[in-house]
Nanobody
Framework: QVQLVESGGGLVQAGGSLRVSCAASERTFRRYAMAWFRQAPGKGREFVAA????????YYSDSLKGRFTISRDNAKITVYLQMNSLKPEDTAVYYCAADFSIVPGRTWDEYHYWGQGTQVTVSA
């Protein structure tokens, strides 16, 4: 069973950048589609971005495309989310997720494995 551990969250000012990481527990990670979701207080879990197992295809929420970039390093069994031009409304717990699928999904129920989340807070 894949275990996922997020890191890199924190407090950043509006307009700043932050990169969060998600490390997997096993080498079979290479064959998993990966995604980032986020959940703000009082809201549901929102799709942020997803990437295919090879890293050749990436998908983004339309509202975040252009500011966020997902990438992966299969040698390090880690997936990243680079967040630029951050806004206070980006404040949320960011979760990474994994699933053994060819085409990454955009809904949370398509993913079987989840990390514990990392808090990102953007101050005005």
């Amino acid at each position: 069973q894949v275990q996922l551990v997020e890191s890199g969250g924190g407090l950043v000012q509006a307009g700043g950048s932050l990169r969060v990481s998600c490390a997997a527990s096993e080498r079979t990670f290479r064959r998993y589609a990966m995604a980032w979701f986020r959940q703000a207080p009082g809201k549901g879990r929102e799709f942020v971005a997803a990437i295919s197992w090879s890293g050749g295809s990436a998908y983004y929420s339309d509202s975040l495309k252009g500011r966020f970039t997902i990438s992966r390093d299969n040698a390090k069994i880690t997936v990243y989310l680079q967040m630029n031009s951050l806004k206070p409304e980006d404040t949320a717990v960011y979760y990474c997720a994994a699933d053994f699928s060819i085409v990454p999904g955009r809904t949370w129920d398509e993913y079987h494995y989840w990390g514990q989340g990392t808090q990102v807070t953007v101050s005005a």
